[in-house]
């Protein structure tokens, strides 16, 4: 089903199969070739060979002062820059004015308007060998051939006479699976939240290095000037086919994080690999625990605070063996970012390199950890080197526990519970959160989803995802929890989140093994294990019908509100 349809490329090229040559990076497209009668040349990081160099092959030097722009048709470029080290970038970042330079050698990014990922559009170049695969939806458009040839010979105009600054890397730390990719940024700053993020290629690795994508982030062109008003001026544009990722007018970071992983989402489960969203840490024993949900500052919080190693933050993909980090860095939220709460994430804010955006620093340089602007969350972005704790292998056996942090301002669901890994699915293929519309009257409640807790996986279909993700729990037999992270009972628009300790304290009971101490019973209404009985507790914290007992009219008529609403969303899958 995943073939490459060379046989309508041949057709639209009007070229013989035996005219033509397909080189191809996978077991897919070399039964690709196989099947249509087209000689086929494997490329690197492939499954069965790993000493071919197509630099070699096509006897390219990249010791050049182009780096192998060439490639790619740019040309002109004034000045590039080629794997700084993160010394050499602050430099940049600081000469540049780019930002400043905080107490014990943060940078803080405050010179420019902050924009969140989410908010930027995505576009796939609408081509013979994919556009078939894609799940066109409201967040992925098409984009016309003809009309992305004309907007990157004006990327490439505009860029002639511009400085850049290249970052040779790997997405993903297992070598049967990673991706080597070349990125490409306009700005200091940017290109050092890439090296923060990505796999470095080793001196070794570059003898022999060839990007199988290229990436340009180029936040300074706007799309306004190429005079076509249905293109937004913030974009994300994806050729799969000549394996090239624009980035322009987005002036986030997490833009090219974004970018990279929505591609990845296609190509991945060609592999039989799914990329999942989540934080993950590592037990001595090399067993693995991973945290969903969309509370990304939360994830990372109940991931660092315990005795486990540190894994990965967000970009994860899962293989017919084990699990694989895609990235070496962590970009989390540090609005109002409490040392005593989350020593381990203050402590990486201090040190040397690590990037804050949306912040601001006192008249002694100190980092303030409000959102400067308000509408954001302030942002840290570092390797995860810089925990104490931290697994830099980025490989691991299957995951032994999943847990899953809802957002129930309802307060509804039961406060934990032990879910089946096909109720865990369903969950997460939901992404069910509810909260306040502050905006709207405060007596107004409102219910979301975001499947997966992540807007990146939707290029195949979101059953297409949950149907992979069912199997690789079930072939890890793994365990499931639900977390909720408000309290259960009547909730008004300013209740707090549940305590923190107290959802650490749950963690880290599974994490010992300690399930067994617990108090369990099947909830009548949701048909999962809820806990009846947990130390520092109180039963009435954690059984949603004794919270609401002096409501008990509103609490029914709450929960057939959102079981109804479970099951117009699910229905919606199903069709």
Known sequence: DYLKRLDKILAECGVEAGEAVFIGDSQVDQFSAEKYGVPFIQVPNTISERAFSFNSFLEIEFGSGDYGLEMIDLHGIKRVAHNLSSPQLVEEVIRREEGVLAHLGPVVINREEFQSANEIMVYIVDEPSSKNEINWNDEIAPFEMERYHRLFEDVKEYLQDQSVYIQDCF??????????????????????????????ATDEEMRSFFPEYTLVHIPGYKVSGFRDPSIPDNLILINLLKKLILVVGASSSNATRKAIFLTLSFVLPKNDMIPVRCSANKADDGSLFLFFGGNR???????????????????????????????????????????????????ATRKFSTIVENADVSARRRILFERKNPNYHAIASFPISHFANADRSGVADFPRHVFILVKDSMGILPAMGKLTREQATIFLLLGYASSWDESADRDHLSIAYLPFYNSDLSIYSRSFYAGLLYEKLERAQCECWVLNTMPVGPNGYDTPQVELKLLRQFVSAIERGSAQQIGWQKDRYWKFETVSRFSGYPKEALNPERAWAEEGGQFLESHQRLRESFRKRLNHFEK
């Open 171 to 200: 997405a993903g730390s297992e070598a049967s699976c990673r991706i080597p990719l070349r990125i490409i940024t306009q700005n200091a700053w940017r290109n050092l939240f890439v090296r923060h993020m990505f796999r470095h």
């Open 297 to 347: 500052a939360l994830k990372n919080s109940l991931c660092c605070n315990t005795n486990h190693a540190f894994f990965g933050d967000d970009c994860h993909g899962w293989t017919q063996t084990g699990f694989t980090n895609i990235e070496w860095g962590c970009r989390t939220p540090v609005d109002g970012l409490d040392p005593d709460q989350d020593p381990e994430i203050h402590s």
